[in-house]
């Protein structure tokens, strides 16, 4: 199961790894002022249950016949329950940036120690800050507050029962102490949170037990399925995608946009310029940069100017276009950003707007602002020494050739498609794969179930022209970060009245 963040996804796959069925269902995100992004965690509980349903009913899947269930999930969304269990608020999503005091707080409280244990730094997308904002703000609901869950966890916990969380996910939540393998106590001491808020540390691979009789009553799975830890969905999109060496790295376009790469190393500390998390991998980490509003970009894109349209042919429009967008650039920052500009205020910005400009040009500075971003964070890597040999692209932003073929050639590096783009649904379906005991490790499981399927080269005339326009796409930040900041303050003041 992928719960992201526009949908959950279900995939039912064989122990040789083909995708047999694929069932999913949207579900909204609420953003009720500048910086929240809320959902409803029952929401998540229905749409995955119509999905299951829809598997059992439309392609004729025994419930029997599904032996385990994992889990691949929208990471460091905050979900707290009371003492019966019971959802307390909306949960607070990772791209929700309204805890900008918090995170300075945590800073001016811990400072480089902070980013010592957790190898992360506090931004506003990760769970501590929130949950800082919610003692701050909702004290009621603090007070109330028995357990806090992320949003995978808060499903598998609906499905069985049982309280649990992996590793890959409880990095997400900088409370986690990296080096001793631990909920950090130096963390919670410092701003005064019960250990008991947080539910055990489970590995990816584990058996968290097995669906319960209330849900199979209400799913029609069986209680022999059985469960297992699963992981953040960015962990389990690289485990899918089979980036499984530090010459390969991920590009995922979901609603945020992700490059990841593989860490052997628990010693590797970017000082939180990068993320830095446990993997789904027992024993292995990975890194990543990302962008808030990648496929979120195109989205509202689509919705705001071309909203009956259908999604792929408004996509390959920006093919009329040229390289460059006819002169044209677009900054993906429309919820603020995170790498490698950690800025919650930001916003997006069109430059070079041409009375000769279509809608199509349009479309593809789309497309190519969200590659800049992504080189933004390529070009923190090959400055750290980094050599990538493959870029492995994912997400739904991976079902368009021409959005890979761009990657290719603003990345100057080979990129190669998966036969099916589900990389999360695939990789915790592997956990499960590894958790049943079906494989012996992770590497073993990759050699069957992972699948390539398109090569994207890069084109020269291209790759020259790119990255002269990166060069000038690297300007709008620092010449729009003021002025967009005054917009911000402006709309939350006039909300405010
Ligand atoms: N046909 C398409 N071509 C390119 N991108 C698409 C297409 N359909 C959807 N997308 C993009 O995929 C994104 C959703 O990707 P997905 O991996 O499902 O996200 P999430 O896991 O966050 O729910 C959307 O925001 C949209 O921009
Ligand atoms: O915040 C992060 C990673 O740190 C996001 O990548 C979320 O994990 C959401 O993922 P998608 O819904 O875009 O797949």
């Known amino acids: 199961m992928d719960l992201g963040t526009s949908a959950v996804k279900v995939s039912a796959v064989t122990q040789s790894g083909e995708i047999i069925a694929q069932e999913g269902m949207d579900f909204p995100l609420n953003q009720p002022k500048p910086g929240y992004a809320e959902q409803n965690p029952n929401d998540w509980v229905n749409a995955t249950t119509v999905a299951i349903v829809k598997l059992i009913l439309n392609d004729s899947l025994k419930p029997e016949q599904i032996r385990g269930i994992s889990y691949s999930g929208q990471m460091h969304g905050l979900v707290l329950l009371d003492e019966d269990n019971k959802v307390l608020r909306p949960a607070m999503l990772w791209n929700d940036t309204r805890s900008t005091k918090q995170r300075e707080e945590i800073m001016a409280k811990m400072g480089d120690r902070f980013v010592e244990i957790t190898h992360n730094q506090p931004l ?16 009621e609901i603090f007070a109330k507050a028995k357990t806090m869950l992320l949003p995978k966890d808060y499903l598998r916990f609906r499905m069985t029962g049982k309280l649990a969380i992996d590793y890959s ?8 102490d990296v080096d001793k393998q631990e909920w950090s106590q130096e963390i919670l001491d410092a701003f005064d949170i019960p250990a008991s808020l947080c539910p055990p540390l489970v590995r990816s691979i584990d058996n968290t037990g097995n669906i319960d009789e209330w849900y199979s009553m209400y799913s029609g799975l069986s209680t022999d399925t059985v469960t297992f830890g699963g992981g953040a969905d960015n962990a389990c999109g690289a485990v899918g995608a089979g980036i499984d060496s530090p010459s390969k790295v991920l590009s995922s376009i979901g609603t945020s946009g992700v ?18 998390e446990d993997h789904a991998i027992p024993d292995a980490y990975y890194s990543m940069g990302v962008t808030l509003a990648a496929g979120f970009s195109l989205s509202w894109f689509k919705k705001t100017f071309a909203e009956k349209e259908d999604f792929t042919e408004v996509v390959d429009s920006a093919a009329k276009s040229t390289v460059g967008a006819n002169g044209l650039l677009f900054a993906p920052y429309i919820v603020g950003e995170r790498a490698p500009y950690a800025d919650a205020d930001v916003r997006g910005s069109f430059i070079g707007i041409d009375g000769i400009h279509k809608r199509y040009d349009f479309v593809r500075a789309v497309l190519e602002g969200i590659i800049f971003s992504f080189r933004d964070i390529l070009d923190i890597y090959e400055k750290e020494g980094a050599k990538f040999d493959t870029v492995v692209s994912i997400g739904g932003g991976a079902k368009s050739p021409l959005w890979q073929q761009i990657q290719a050639n603003i990345f100057n590096t080979k990129v190669v498609s998966l036969q099916n783009e589900q990389g999360p649904g695939l990789g915790a379906a592997m956990l499960a794969a590894v958790g049943l005991g079906w494989f012996e490790n992770m590497q073993e499981c990759t050699k069957v179930f992972v699948k390539f399927k398109d090569v994207f080269l890069p084109e020269e005339d291209d790759v020259v022209k790119y990255q002269k326009l990166h060069d000038i796409y690297k300007q709008i930040y620092p010449s729009t970060k003021q002025i967009t900041h005054e917009l911000v303050a402006y709309r939350r003041e006039n909300e405010e009245q």
Do not use: C, R, S
Request: aromatic content about 12%; cysteine-free; glycine content about 8%.
């Open 124 to 139: 506003e997308g990760f769970t501590l800050p929130k949950l800082l904002w919610v003692k701050e703000n909702q004290p």
């Open 169 to 176: 996910d409880a990095t997400g939540t900088v409370m986690l």
């Open 259 to 276: 490059i990841l790469k593989y860490e052997p190393q628990k010693e590797t500390n970017y000082n939180g310029v990068l993320q830095y």
